[in-house]
Nanobody, 122 residues
Framework: QVQLVESGGGLAQPGGSLRLSCAAS????????MGWFRQAPGKEREFVAA????????YYADSVKGRFTISRDNAKNTMYLRMNMLKPEDTAVYYC???????????????WGQGTQVTVSS
């Protein structure tokens, strides 16, 4: 079992920044690839970014490429999502998840956090 807890969500202005954190406990964090997904009201959950177990490989959805940065610190059992140049369409509940390998498919992920709300509005 892996328990995941997101934090860092909140209200940001368009063009602003936020950093989300995902703290993990339970089985060895460094054994898992990690990902961020988001779900806006009335929409399906969508892939945002993923990072390999070592942190050496990262993947992004086209909609966030160049604006968001995913990273992890295995010594702290924590993953991050730095979000810059935020847009109103980034408004969603953001979820972190753990998987046996990196993937943009939510079905690959075995463990999920409870989500943190990000709202981008002036």
């Amino acid at each position: 079992q892996v328990q995941l807890v997101e934090s860092g969500g909140g209200l940001a202005q368009p063009g602003g920044s936020l950093r989300l954190s995902c703290a993990a406990s339970g089985r060895t964090f460094s054994s898992y690839a990690m990902g961020w997904f988001r779900q806006a009201p009335g929409k399906e959950r969508e892939f945002v970014a993923a990072v390999s177990w070592s942190g050496g490989r990262t993947y992004y959805a086209d909609s966030v490429k160049g604006r968001f940065t995913i990273s992890r610190d295995n010594a702290k059992n924590t993953m991050y999502l730095r979000m810059n140049m935020l847009k109103p369409e980034d408004t969603a509940v953001y979820y972190c998840a753990a998987a046996p390998h990196t993937s943009s498919d939510s079905g690959t992920y075995d463990y999920w956090g409870q989500g943190t709300q990000v709202t981008v509005s002036s």
